[in-house]
């Protein structure tokens, strides 16, 4: 298994077990989203893979993003949920079969307002480090 995608399935595993972010969202925590999903929800979404390795261990740096997604009047639920996410991520203690998480970081929170008027964006980006065991 890649180390990305044994990633993304702790880190949804995370997020689908977290108290907070159950109460900011529900179940709703989606890979794919169905074309009727109610909002508030959360994407775990893109992520970029690069080479972390020495010359002597094999390693990699990802940087994943995490975006919740809300059609509220203001930013008010949008960036609540966000702070669940950041909170049960950041410097988790995730279990990613075959790979040791060196490490796991909040790096940046961006908001956004979609062109729609009407759909709010929360971007939660961390950065990981994995090797493999």
Request: hydrophobic fraction near 45%; include cysteine.
């Amino acid at each position: 298994m890649s180390a990305s995608w044994a990633l993304q399935q702790a880190v949804h595993a995370a997020l689908a077990t977290s108290g907070e972010v159950q109460d900011a969202v529900g179940e709703r925590i989606f890979d794919h989203v169905p074309r009727d999903a109610a909002f508030p929800y959360v994407v775990v979404g893109d992520d970029a893979v690069r080479d972390a390795g020495t010359a002597t261990e094999a390693g990699s740096e990802h940087l994943i993003a995490i975006q919740v997604w809300s059609r509220a009047k203001g930013l008010k639920e949008c960036k609540a949920a966000a702070e669940t996410v950041r909170l049960a991520l950041d410097q988790a203690e995730l279990d990613i079969g075959g790979y040791a998480l060196i490490g796991l970081r909040h790096t940046a929170t961006d908001f956004a307002r979609e062109p729609d008027g009407e759909t709010l964006r929360a971007s939660v980006t961390f950065r990981a480090v994995l090797e493999p065991n």
